[in-house]
């Protein structure tokens, strides 16, 4: 007892938690904003003022809008996929002490509590697509749907894959060293900017080291392939999706491997 | 040792725990200490919790574990479940044993009747399974309709009984029950006690953890005195809950020569102490059938 188990037998355990991993994730999505006046609208209301508050100080004042087609699209598109991550990174931090009664109580596998997280930021995301589809097509100038829509489920795939590893590592990370609390919101921070969420990188940044190393991160890459699919009607190239899928695949196998070698901390105080 | 030779359910062999554990001095340099913590591993104290306890534990037994607070009996629970591993030394059972303590919350935000469900999903029910045993956690818990209120309106008492049920309902063969009946009315105790023989008589064990030595001598077969983390003395319940008790009573009264005495007798003379130790060593050699959870 109190013994990691094998990779092997871990995954069996937890492919028999499977039920709780969703019942779990179902009981709580939904109920962040129970005690607040207008309750589930935040959920895409957040958002909606926050696309508000970039469009007046980036889009009318700083004018980081030139040269950019259809900037409201480009801003709702940013601020919403890029608020999944963000999300999944800042739970991760602290899903392990918030989740002691029940990691107290009963003997699972521990990986069953991030993953339920994750999947009830996933479930919370579904709403706020719908919403964002729903500006897309109302707030002028106005998109069209094409049939580069269909692809975007795939880029949205690509990116709760990469989640998935985000959450295990930081809920490893956070229980071992609560502090990070404080860093990751300025981890958060550095990582707004570095993807483009209300400018277009190249305008800044045009050639060199620089710019492939802003290129390479994953989360700009989801954004910047969600642009062209939902509002330039274009099919983002081959090395783009080839690199996410690299993202998508590695971070939350090595995620998990590292998650998995913490088991026998979690437990305890 | 003792009598009831039935097959080993659980074996604890030369197991110890330390814990590191940071010095706050009063001076509130918290920030310091913590930072020393990370960065050096400095600031902190070793705290021997357990020191090289060995036990096998039997089917049908129902072991009682004495010790002042602070002697390392909590702690020896959440190692036979599996909820906190030994510095040293090894801990096998023959299945996944249930720890029932009285801290745990649970999640306060989602009702009793969610909570017992996640609860059994969580060990590894499968949803129908769940669904037939629900009422039966309702049965027992019998807590009427504030099983659909939030768990956060619960009183203490009512929580332990919901937690209580979840737990004799998932039928576990291995029960630990860390000073569950002391928190509950006469009707839990009642409950409580109903439950211990029934697992008792499906060929399972029952851990019972108490500083009340009387419920100990009452509902044991078996008891160990743990004294700073060392195991102290183990054998029949009555024997050791009274050598335990005569020994609090004195500390109590302000005897404390003759506690000290008192002690220092047990400790020389570790009552059943080795067999317990010899025969953990054997069966752990032997016993390749005992899953290694």
Not at chain 1, 148 to 162: E, R
Not at chain 2, 54 to 76: C, P, Q, R, W
Request: glycine content about 8%; proline content about 4%; aromatic content about 10%.
């Amino acid at each position: 007892m109190g013994q990691r188990p094998t990779l092997s037998s871990y995954l069996r355990q937890l492919w028999r938690r499977r039920h709780f991993i969703t019942a779990e994730a179902r009981a709580k999505a939904f109920s962040g904003n129970r005690d607040m006046l207008l309750g589930n609208l935040w959920l895409i209301g957040v958002p909606i003022l926050q696309g508000l508050a970039y469009y007046l100080i980036f889009g009318l004042i700083l004018r980081t809008s030139r040269g950019i087609e259809n900037f409201t699209g480009f801003l709702l598109v940013g601020i919403f996929l890029f608020r999944f991550t963000m999300a999944s990174l800042q739970q991760g931090i602290v899903v392990m002490s918030q989740n002691r009664g029940m990691t107290s109580a009963f003997s699972f596998p521990r990986a069953a509590v991030p993953l339920s997280v994750l999947l009830r930021e996933t479930l919370s995301m579904l709403p706020v697509l719908a919403t964002l589809v729903l500006l897309l097509l109302t707030v002028p100038p106005g998109t069209q749907v094409t049939w580069t829509w269909a692809l975007f489920p795939l880029v949205f795939g690509l990116q709760v894959l990469f989640n998935t590893g985000i959450i295990m590592y930081t809920a490893r990370l956070g229980s071992a060293l609560p502090d990070l609390r404080h860093v990751v919101a300025f981890v958060g921070r550095m990582w707004f900017y570095m993807s483009g969420v209300f400018f277009s990188l190249d305008r800044f940044v045009s050639e060199g080291v620089w710019l492939s190393v802003l290129q390479a991160n994953p989360l700009y890459m989801v954004l910047d392939m969600s642009r062209d699919l939902l509002l330039y009607d274009t099919v983002p190239d081959t090395s783009s999706w080839l690199f996410l899928s690299l993202w998508a695949v590695i971070t939350p196998l090595l995620g998990f491997w590292y998650f998995w070698q913490g088991e026998e901390t979690y437990g305890q105080h | 040792m003792d009598s009831t030779d039935g097959e080993p359910t659980v074996v604890v062999d030369d197991v110890s725990r330390r814990f590191e554990v940071p010095v706050s001095r009063p001076s509130g340099r918290g920030l310091r200490s913590k930072v020393a913590r990370v960065v050096r591993g400095g600031s902190t104290v070793t705290v021997h919790a357990l020191r090289s306890v060995s036990f096998v534990a039997h089917a049908g037994e129902t072991i009682g574990i004495v010790g002042t607070n602070g002697s390392g009996k909590s702690t020896l629970l959440r190692m036979i479940a599996g909820l906190d591993a030994p510095s040293r030394g090894r801990v096998l059972a023959r299945s996944q044993p249930m720890l029932l303590g009285v801290s745990a919350a649970l999640q306060p935000e989602l009702s009793g009747a969610e909570n017992a469900r996640l609860g059994l999903l969580a060990l590894g029910f499968s949803p129908a399974r769940v669904t037939g045993t629900l009422p039966r956690v309702f049965e027992i818990a019998g807590i009427g309709d504030a099983v659909y209120r939030p768990m956060s309106t619960y009183s203490s008492g009512m929580g332990a009984r919901l937690r209580f049920a979840i737990a004799a309902a998932a039928e576990p063969d291995i029960l630990l029950l860390d000073e569950v009946l002391s928190t509950g009315d006469a009707a839990s105790a009642q409950r409580a006690e109903a439950r211990m023989t029934e697992i008792r008589a499906r060929a399972g064990t029952v851990f019972l953890v108490s500083h009340a030595a009387q419920t100990i001598e009452e509902m044991c077969t078996r008891a160990l005195w743990i004294h700073e983390g060392t195991l102290i003395q183990d054998g029949e319940a009555s024997a050791t809950a009274r050598a335990y008790r005569w020994w609090a009573w004195n500390v109590a009264k302000g005897e404390h020569d003759t506690a000290a005495d008192l002690l220092r007798e047990t400790t020389e003379a570790r009552r059943g102490v080795a067999e317990s130790a010899s025969e953990a060593a054997a069966v752990i050699t032997t016993m390749g059938r005992l899953t290694h959870a």
